[in-house]
């Protein structure tokens, strides 16, 4: 009877393999394989208060010394750009000017890059972090970007409807917990408003016409429910946000499926009130 207990540990991989129906060559140098990359369930695992809205993860000077350590060097959480692509590819351009907010050491940056999206601006409040991307960049690349120290929460350096994306992957994740002193509901409503107004503030930047994409696995259920997809803040009365990926099993038209990486894509596009039933 060992063929059952075989089949039960080589099964699962089969069926991931399958789910590739049409594998596309590689496009560009992929450099996450040499980088430890942490699931999803590592964010919310913490020696500290069991709920999801305060721990280190939300605090800014553990996430500048984790860009100290050796492992904050190039430092892809949930899944870099290989299992994204194929996903990304059918919501993003080429030509389209991208925001990563919260970017750290995230080597998806450098794949983006390589892979011919070239319109790149990538922030975090971890001025450590964005050292560290620096240096993963090199300095020509890093030139040819915009990479600044700042909080998601308020961005007077961007403008208004500048970007036709913003690409999020842990960094709301990383803000619903940080609520800080008080009793534990405090603590949550600390985290969500700051979460809220990180959402406002991304929201802000986006071009009617332009897409949010979430790559998240802790704050989904609370981004959904967003009141940011009710209203528009670029003073623009005709646009609204529709939601183009709703977190449930997607396949590509490829055939690649969704549920292949760590993580729950979700995206709203904020279009014309006209187009709406489009
Ligand atoms: C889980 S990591 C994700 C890093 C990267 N996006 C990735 O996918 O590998 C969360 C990141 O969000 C950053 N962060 C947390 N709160 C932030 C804020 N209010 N403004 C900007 N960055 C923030 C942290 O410094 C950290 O780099």
């Known amino acids: 009877m060992v063929f059952p207990i075989i089949f039960a540990f080589v099964a699962p991989s089969r069926l991931q393999q399958q789910s590739h129906a049409n594998p596309k060559p590689p496009t ?3 450099v996450e394989d040499s980088v430890r990359r942490l699931p999803c369930s ?8 069991s709920d999801s809205s305060s721990s280190r993860f939300g605090r800014q000077d553990y996430w500048d010394s984790f860009y100290q350590e050796e492992d904050g060097a190039a430092f892809s959480w949930y899944t870099g750009w290989a299992d994204l692509e194929p996903f990304l590819m ?7 000017t991208i925001l990563l907010p919260g970017v750290g050491s995230d080597t998806m940056l450098l794949d983006m890059y390589e892979s011919g999206y070239r319109h790149l601006t990538a922030f975090d409040y971890a001025a450590q972090g964005i ?9 020509e ?3 040819a970007i915009h990479l600044f120290v700042g909080d998601a929460r308020d961005l007077p350096q961007l403008e208004d409807a500048s ?3 913003v690409l999020e992957k842990g960094t ?8 800080e002193g008080g009793t534990l509901k405090e603590k949550k409503a600390l985290g969500l408003e700051n979460m809220e107004k990180a959402i406002a503030e991304l929201c802000r930047v986006i071009k009617p016409g332009g897409t949010f994409i979430s790559i998240s ?3 989904t259920e609370e981004l959904e429910n967003s009141p940011e997809w009710q209203r528009t803040t670029t003073g623009d009365d005709d646009a609204v946000w529709a939601m183009i990926r709703d977190g449930s099993l997607y396949f590509t038209e490829s055939g690649y499926a969704s549920n292949n990486f760590d993580g729950t894509l979700l995206a709203w596009r904020k279009k014309k009130r006209s187009q709406e039933e489009e």
């Open 131 to 139: 050292a560290r991307c620096r240096e993963m960049m090199g300095s």
């Open 28 to 30: 560009a140098i992929i």
């Open 42 to 49: 590592a964010l919310s695992t913490s020696s500290e208060p």
């Open 172 to 179: 709301l994740d990383a803000i619903v917990q940080s609520g």
């Open 217 to 219: 696995a802790i704050c």
């Open 141 to 143: 690349r890093s030139n």
């Open 163 to 165: 970007f036709d994306v």
């Open 90 to 96: 059918e919501l993003l351009n080429p030509d389209d």
